[in-house]
């Protein structure tokens, strides 16, 4: 399975961004999925994570309010809606899937795509 990430930019403190993220997977259902990021200096850290039809999401503290994780099957993408932007907001970001147990673990995922970079200026 092959994950691109796309959607990252340069976004104002308050301002809003979607991530999108299309995977090759010949059944995209059969994954669950999940949104990490990197910030500078630090590591990688759980963002969102989202179950195989999209029954069921998980967020971290950090996020909940604010972004939106969602999926479209029938497109093999799946989407991070960010709002109410933060200068800690600022990382890569990566989409993860994984065709087993899902969850804010990294180790729960198999496949990983190249990131995308947020920036978020005060």
């Known amino acids: 399975v092959q994950l691109q990430a796309s959607g990252g930019g340069l976004v104002q403190a308050g301002d809003s961004l979607r991530l999108s993220c299309v995977a090759s997977?010949?059944?995209?259902?059969?994954?669950?999925m999940g949104w990490f990021r990197q910030a500078p200096g630090k590591e990688r850290d759980f963002v969102a994570a989202?179950?195989?039809?999209?029954?069921?999401?998980d967020y971290a503290d950090s996020v909940k309010g604010r972004f939106t994780i969602s999926r479209d099957n029938a497109k093999n993408t799946v989407y991070l809606q960010m709002n109410s932007l933060k200068p800690e907001d600022t990382a890569v970001y990566y989409c993860a899937a994984t065709s087993g147990r899902w969850g804010s673990r990294q180790d729960l995922y198999k496949y990983w795509g190249q990131g995308t970079l947020v920036t978020v200026s005060s």
């Open positions: 997977a010949r059944i995209f259902s059969n994954y669950n």
């Open positions: 989202i179950s195989w039809g999209g029954s069921s999401t």
